[in-house]
């Protein structure tokens, strides 16, 4: 078999998990300053397994492609120092404001400068909680898709097994390369940074970020200078792209605020979770 | 969710401390490395950003893995299995995720598949695994075995060995025999040679991860012979065969680190150095490095137990309050900031020390030293030697001490086994035992009392530093306290055991009256050379100001209690005291 190129899709995002009450701004935008900007949690566990073919497989390569502002190579390096062997920084004005058509437009643009046997992205992202992207580079690509990857089994004779994790159970999947696959939570977590790695790359930058103090490394090893695309570098029609390409709309955004009276005292005992397992069946949260 | 590393600014303070300029730029030898190897520092800056942002990974990984396995550990436990030891379940996943994250072999030289780290950070390292889990703790920080075959193997056998503890293999360190504990001179383990190759047999007791690939064995290499001088240092691969484990001990705490019994029956093993030094240098440095990981150990655990008292006493509400506000409580919490700060400076010093001696050995190898390099390096070999047990005493001390207060503060709480601190003081009761117990520290301690050395510290570096006004009356005690010390180790030291009787000899020696009062007058040099380094701590940083001062009067009423039990004592009491 040829070498495996297995490019994982990546988003930085702010930290959701740990709202604060001023994450949100008067005006009912996200206060991204208030919140920390990550990896996004899915996006590792696709990262992971990544990281694991790449073990498996001799010669295989691991990039990482991500869309966002300059402060988004922070996502490429973290994947370097998780073991990826480097990434792509989609980065340009024109971007600003995509929803999930526009922005997969872009990454199946930018792919287009690529090779790939496996696209690996994570389900969704937890500042849109969409599932969208992924499957729609798929179709953009003209690419099979498996989405909900639970664990990737093996590859052989030019397809790819993956278990799916589903809501009612789990199922197992033949696909040929190439494709897309969508990981799952569920999947297992991904590796550490390595230390050694971690040494190696810390000086990584992408041209927007400019060199820092240590411009004089770029030169020495080219290893540490991301790749950064701009609108230029895929091609692509403007019109499909940023807040133009967006027929997603925010009409208004109310701020929820959670109330002690919502919630409901049970008696410990067989008969009051009795009630409330009947009430949440009954209101369709379960079953 | 947690860091320990980010969430303890206490960890960065000592990284940051001055010294550390000397000690990198040796370590590294002056930055020439940059361009040969990619993971090293180009400068003073960028290895402290090295250092920072691995501690940094590993703070998340114990907070996150390690704390969140260690309860379930601690019931699991290790088995035997087939004459195998086999790691509970989270034992595993802990020594996995620290591979795959590169924090083995981290003190050893790039050539090994090292990161080359000082000691400094190293011993922040197993502070930080250790308030996590301080019986994985165990089993981590025995990579220090490494730093014994890098000091005297062949670098033959260096480069077949040392990449591998950086690949997901352990080591152990076989010393105890049933009847070689704190006397390893009675090692009887035989090594004998056949057909050019040494074979050991006999048992080996209380081995900490007993079974791990690679094993550093002290054994009796010279037939005939009774004492140290006998004993030889080997290496044994598991690979080779030849041993088995028989049992693993049921321990009252550190659960998760196997304990085990072994047994060798014609092991296959290569001598590690030269013959007939295994006790007398190898083991010696052993057991400085393994001490100052006890050390290291101690105050992760004494920092996990403040954590619990301090958490639990803020949200404990009797009478209407927080219990925190109650003098009794506000206290023993003060105290026992204290006493962390203290052992941790301590640590952190000793630390120092061993990073330039050792850096100056490893420069001794590839090039003659200056004159005043070797200086240097006797001097602070010298310092380390007489830092480390004092060190490994009062740090192993104040972890039961805090953690025993921890649980108090939690009342009946604390007594079951609902919270982290009843692991915490099972876990705190070996490390003043293990590698040298309190008593054995005090023995190898006293020399630095009676040779003066703690005195010429504490009079010619420390009561020379400037210290911040607000701790003028803390430097007055201090000063009163080395008087005492001072007079104390004079009466000590000349007394003359009077005779029962005209013309009989006296009961007792001198040797002995001095090793009676040995622990007071160690003790009495430590409170004094802590109390010395918190201050200098608060000249750098002001909030430390408190606790220096609050260590400072705590240890000025422990000295005034020595002096007096010194002062009123006769080499003739000895007699009483051995009437058990």
Redesign the interface.
Known sequence: MKELKIVVLAKQVPDTRNVGKDAMKADGTVNRAALPAIFNPEDLNALEQALRLKETFKGATVHILTMGPGRAAEIIREAMYRGADGGYLLSDRAFAGSDTLATSYAISRALGNLEYDIILCGRQAIDGDTAQVGPQVAEKLGLPQVTYAEEIRGIENGKITVKRRLERGVEVVECPLPTVVTVNGSAPACRPRNARLVMKYKYARASQEGAGERAELLDQHPYLRLTEWNVNDIRCEATELGLNGSPTKVKTIENVVFQAKESKALTADDAGIDELMKELIANHTIG | ?ANFYTDNTDIKFHLEHPLMREIVTLKEDGFRHADAH??A??DFEDAM??YD??LE?LG??CGDTLAENAEDIDTEGPRVVDGRVEYAPGTRRNHD?LT????YNMSLPREYEG?NFPIVPYVMAAELVSRADAGFGNIWGLQDCAETIHEFASDEQKSRYLPRGARGETYAMDLTEPDAGSDLQAVQLKATQKDGRWLLNGVKRFITNGDAQIALVLARSEEGTQDGRGLSMFIYDRANGGMTVRRIENKLGIKGSPTCELVFKDAPAELCGDRKLGLIKYVMSLMNGARLGVGAQAVGIAEAAYREGLKYARERVQFGKPIIEFPAIYEMLANMQAKLRGARSILYETSRFVDIYKAYTHLSNERPLEREERDALKRYQKLADFYTPLLKLFASEYANEIAYDSLQIHGGSGYMKDYPIQRLVRDARITNISEGTSQLQVVAAIRGVTTGHYLKQIREVYEQAVTPPALATARQLLATMTDEYEAAVAAVTTAVPAAPTAGAAPAVTSAEYVDFHARRLVEMAGYIIIGHLLLQDASRDEARVAPADIFVKYGRAKVAAHAAFIRDSRPEDLEAYKKN
């Open positions: 969710m990619d993971t520092p180009r950003d090295n942002k691995v990974i998340e990984i995720v795959q994250a590169g924090l990161l």
